[in-house]
């Protein structure tokens, strides 16, 4: 069975820094594509950031040169550092198999709240 783990977020200030994870099991994660989602509040689930197998990374246009995701196969785990970060950051971080879109079992998320 598929399971998604993320951890790491929390309170910051707006220009911080947050790192997540994402532990993940039932699936070959080296072999798999994987992505961060968010959404936030009042509003629908929004593509952040995704990496291939092959450590290939992509990011949607408001988060790039901000962010930062990176994969960990001998842990099972994908992470997304937070840097710069800005109110509109503010949102509830999901993980997820696959390269692009929004479609996917994701975990519970991690709550993100950039706030001064």
């Known amino acids: 069975e598929e399971q998604l783990v993320e951890s ?3 309170l910051v200030q707006p220009g911080g820094s ?8 039932g699936f070959p994660f080296s072999m798999a594509a ?3 989602l968010r959404q936030a509040p009042g ?6 950031s995704s990496i291939t197998s092959s450590d290939k990374t992509y990011y949607a ?4 040169g901000r962010f930062a995701i990176s994969r960990d196969n001998g842990k099972n785990t994908v992470y997304l550092q937070l840097n710069s970060l800005q ?7 999901y993980c997820a198999q696959g390269a692009a879109g929004t ?5 519970q998320g991690t709550q993100v709240t950039v706030s001064a």
Do not use: F, N
């Not at 947050?18 to 099991?25: E, M």
């Not at 109110?87 to 971080?93: M, N, S």
């Open 8 to 10: 790491g977020g929390g």
């Open 18 to 25: 947050l790192r997540l994870s994402c532990i993940a099991s």
């Open 34 to 36: 994987m992505k961060w």
């Open 43 to 48: 509003k629908g689930l929004e593509w952040v």
């Open 61 to 64: 246009d408001s988060v790039k």
């Open 87 to 93: 109110t509109d950051d503010t949102a509830i971080y």
């Open 103 to 107: 479609g996917g079992p994701r975990g």
